[in-house]
Structure formats: C-alpha cells, structure tokens
C-alpha cells in the first residue's frame, strides 16, 4: 500500500489528543515532520511521538521532500496562509475547522484547490459520529414519513472567543444539518444573536429553509459558567410519522413512530448505534480516527473528499449570513448555497 509522508502543522491540543495518534494508527499515513512556531511545544510533542524531523515554519514543513501531505491544526487565523501555501505546491490538505475565519479567504481557497486540482478536506468530524450516520439512514428509509424540520440546541462550556462562536461552535452545526439534507441548497437564512457586556457572542440561532422545503433551526450557545452536566446538545428531527432525536456526540438513538403500535403504547425506543456497542472507543475518540480514514482513503482510492473545500466555505457562509441577518434585522431569501 502507498504510504503518504505527512506533516503535521500545529501540534497543540486536537494534534495532541486526536490527530497525531490517529495519524500513526492509519496504515496509509506515515508522520514524517511536525511543525509549531512554540518552540517547547514542537520539543514536547516531537519527544512524546518519537518524530525528529521538527520545523519552526510553516513553508519549511510543507517544501521539505518527505511531505506529500499536510494536515493543519493551528488556530484558525492561520489556516488560510497555510492552507493556500500547501495547495500552491500542489500537496494535498486536511485542515481542522474552519476552513477559515471569513468568506473571503476560504473563497480564495476554493478557486486555488479547484484550480490545480488538489484534494482537501475540513475536519467537520460530526459526520463521523455513528448516530448521526444512523439518524440520517432511519430518515432515508421513511420511519417518520417526510421530514419536516430540524432542530439542534448546542450549548457548550468553551470556544475560542476570537474566533466568535459563530465560526469556532456554530459552524459545526451548519455542517452537519447540510450532511443530513445531502448538501441541498439553502435558499433562505435568518438569525439572531445573543451579546454579551463585552460584546462577544454567547448565543445564536440560525433559521435555514432548503430548496426542499424543509426547515432547520439551529440554536448554539455558549455558557461558561455552567458545568458539563448541564449543558444540551441534541438534534431532533420531526417528520409526518413520528420523530427521531439524540445527542451530538451520541451515543443513543432515540425514535417514535406514529405508525408503530408498540411504540404508541410504549413511548419512544432508545437504542445504540453497532459501533457504540461494539467498541470501546468514545464515539467522540472514534469519529477523529475516522475523518482521517476517510481522508486517506479518498487520496488512495482517487475518490471526492467527503467534506471539501467548498464545503467548509458554506458553513462559513451560514455564519456569516446569520452575522449579517442579525445585523441588518433582515432574513436573506433567493440564495443558492
Ligand atoms: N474538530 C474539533 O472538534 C476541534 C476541537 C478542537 C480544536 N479544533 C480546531 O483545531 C485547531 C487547533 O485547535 P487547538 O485546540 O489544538 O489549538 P491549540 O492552541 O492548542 O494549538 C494550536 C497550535 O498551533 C500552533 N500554531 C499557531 N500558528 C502557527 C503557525 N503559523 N505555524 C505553526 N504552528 C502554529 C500553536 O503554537 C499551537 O501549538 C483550530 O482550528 C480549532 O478550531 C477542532
């Protein structure tokens, strides 16, 4: 099997936890260099993983020889040079979200990766996660009739603030309510947003209306002082037949089906999806290690990545226009994203 010698750009926390070990479990990956501007960092890291082939720049990490690909997880401001350094030089990208911090660079990225033809992937990992995957398969198959809407209530204890919770949280929704609707188009967004004293976001709700016809009400929130036993974060979706919900990052799987008389007489069903019984892996620990596998996969076998470029600028876009509707007081109809 080919190998891809891979350099890893930013080896702070998600490197630390998730990309690096995952990245030495794949058998199509191969770490041949890390990169951070944190000199201790890049020692600490380079120590812990064995790897000695270390760069304080990103440019050298991305020219050096042994690099055929590149995975990003810097903060998020720096993506866009870095991942446009990469795409210049024609090596193929994972890049944690987001893809960037506005629409204008990850416009640019779009047309460069189209351009020369380069494979890139956003690192929406919810996509990976086994209930979702199940949640959108029991919707498929018509066990609550047509669907009417989405709903997803994210709180959260941490952001990044800079990056607003817009664009570090909210976009991870936008993202995946487009993977359960198969990337339809949107075709109207409005939203609000809640500031706090200094002005920074603490919650934000998102109306998005597909070419479908369905409607998706995304709500994220931002609660610092509270404590993770008390912070939501389901999505339900309500159909002609009954309803199905669970939580973002799993495991349960909770349906009611108007049609079932079991389940009029009983109330909703609770199950698991296979992988959450049969590993003892989080689901959270397992969806890293599989939006990697699927990235080499896609470079190995020639296929489209699952969450590309353009991809990543839609979420964007959603946060953006959200921002803007918010701003203006307006909802935003006649688009085509
Ligand atoms: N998908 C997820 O659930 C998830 C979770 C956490 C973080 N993230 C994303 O991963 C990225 C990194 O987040 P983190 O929590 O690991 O942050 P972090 O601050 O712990 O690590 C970022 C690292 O990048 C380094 N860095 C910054 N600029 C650089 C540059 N120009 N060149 C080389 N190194 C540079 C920093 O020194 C730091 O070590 C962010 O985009 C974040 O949104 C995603």
Redesign the pocket.
Known sequence: MKRFGVSV????????S?HIPNLLKIPASKIVSI????KE?LQLMGDRFNITKRF???RDAIDDKETDVVVV????P??A??VLSALERAKPVF????LTINVADAEKIVKTARLKKIPLMV???LRFLPNHRKVKELMRNGEIGDIYTAHVRAETLVI?EK?TLLI?YGT?FFDLIRYYFDNDHIVSISGQLTLNKKGLQVGSSTLIKFESGIHANIEAYWLPNFNWGVVDRTLEILGSNGKISTKMSGPDIRIWRASSFRDRLLGPQVFLPKEAVSSYTPLSDYC?HEELRSFFDCLVNGKDMPINAEDGLKALKIADYTLKSHLADQKFRGLKL
């Open positions: 750009i930013g080896v702070g926390a998600i490197s630390e998730a990169c951070d501007i944190r960092r304080a720049d990103y997880a810097t903060d998020a720096s993506h040079k870095i890049v944690e979200k987001p690192g929406y990992q990044k990056e570090d991870h890293y």
